[in-house]
């Protein structure tokens, strides 16, 4: 599935509209939580089910959104972090946790 329409919404979360014309909002602590970046992937706890990372609110504020050629978002955050690579799958897939 690939999105024909991603933005952020009013309430300042990201709004995926998928061509099954299915739509996914996700909070900006829900993408980062699950960002895919090798840093925070081995960052364990940031993808254990039983614990919530707490970020401050420049590790939350979506400056900037990029498509990366066909497949996949990329985000960049207010504290600079920018290496997550969300491809379209993965998105769909932490969009349902
Ligand atoms: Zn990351």
Request: net charge negative; with cysteine; proline share 3%.
């Amino acid at each position: 599935m690939i999105p024909v329409n991603i933005k952020i919404n009013e309430k300042g979360n990201l709004l995926v509209k998928w061509d099954d014309s299915s739509e996914s909002e996700m909070q900006p602590s829900h993408l980062r939580r699950y960002c895919p970046c090798a840093v925070c992937a081995s960052l364990e706890e940031n993808h254990h089910h039983d614990s919530i990372k707490v970020f401050t609110d420049r590790q939350l504020n979506i400056l900037d959104l990029k498509l990366v050629g066909n497949y996949a978002l990329s985000i960049s955050w207010g504290d600079n972090h920018n290496t997550g690579i969300y491809d379209f799958s993965y998105l769909k897939k932490i969009s349902e946790l």
